[in-house]
């Protein structure tokens, strides 16, 4: 009879825990309080056909799902100034945001107008990765963005085929000083000749750095590859053979235990002074081939 007992207690706690698991996982997922940018940041992720919040209930009543694990898309030359929010829903958290330009040749002030907008749209809402892509030449010098857009990015920004104007606008105009995560940058394709519009950022705490398909680019000299924190990755392909490495970049480069390096030829070269990289991540060299 006690093994009987003993049976079903084990079977009914069992089954106790069967129940607050699978009323665990399939809980309702938490929803942002209604606000009065609510219906506006619905109808602007909504423009693209297949691109939208995730939402709970139904109108008037509809609330935003406060972590979105989709990418959202916005194509900047489909929009008009008045689909775009002052303010998009506070404290959503978005995983990936993509901002598509691609007017071919220059993008015109208009678009980057719609840009700025965009962004400061942005500034009460945490983006994990933000990727920027095809924004030209405007034709013209462009002046910072005051006050800047000050971002909550947690993961990475994606800045690939960007005009090397539009990128030293959109750097300067962008503060990531107060983020507290570490943030992967990501430089790829476009005529940018200097990195060195990077340090505008601010970014305290920089994961990893990844330059590629950068025809134009003369140099590697940024603070970002000196920071301490930048040890996760770092990529450097399809740059010019003319790429000049200076002796602190290349010191800096050597003394670090990258987890993921993945380096051009001629730039492993230049760092090591040698084919082979047996002293990456040695701390105790002083950067001399």
């Known amino acids: 009879m006690a093994n009987i007992k003993t049976i079903i207690s084990i079977g009914t706690n069992l089954f106790s825990l069967r129940s607050l698991f699978f009323r665990y996982m399939t809980r309702a997922p938490e929803v942002l309080p209604r606000s009065i940018h609510t219906e506006a940041s619905i109808k602007l992720w909504s423009a693209h056909r297949g691109n939208q919040l995730l939402t709970s209930g139904i109108s008037p009543d ?41 007017v071919p040749g220059q993008t015109n002030l208009f678009i980057k107008d719609l840009c700025t907008k965009l962004l400061y749209a942005l500034r009460e809402v945490e983006i994990g990765i933000l990727h920027m892509e095809a924004f030209g030449d405007s034709g013209a010098t462009l002046p910072p963005a005051r006050p800047p857009f000050t971002l909550a990015i947690t993961d990475g920004l994606w800045l690939h085929s960007l005009s090397s104007p539009f990128i030293a606008w959109l750097c300067s105009s962008i503060d990531l000083g107060g983020c507290n995560k570490r943030i992967g940058l990501e430089l790829v394709g476009g005529d940018v000749w200097s990195v060195a519009c990077l340090d505008s950022l601010n970014i305290e705490n920089p994961s990893g750095l990844c330059l ?34 200076s002796f602190g970049i290349a010191r800096a480069i050597r003394k670090k235990a990258w987890k993921i390096i993945d380096l051009d030829d001629h730039i492993w070269r230049k760092i090591t002074g040698s084919p082979f990289c047996w002293d990456i991540g040695n701390p105790n060299h002083d950067g001399r081939a």
């Not at 989709?70 to 506070?90: F, G, K, N, Q, R």
């Not at 025809?215 to 790429?243: D, F, G, M, T």
């Open 62 to 102: 509809i609330q935003i799902v406060k972590k979105q694990p989709e990418t959202l898309l916005v194509y900047l030359p489909c929009l008009e100034m008045s689909a775009i929010p002052d303010l998009i829903e506070p404290g959503v958290v978005l995983t990936r945001v993509y901002i598509f330009s691609f």
């Open 212 to 245: 590629k398909n950068l025809p134009n680019l003369a140099n590697l000299e940024c603070q970002v590859i000196l920071k301490e924190s930048c040890i996760e990755r770092l990529e450097l392909r399809n740059l010019p053979e003319s790429l000049a490495v």
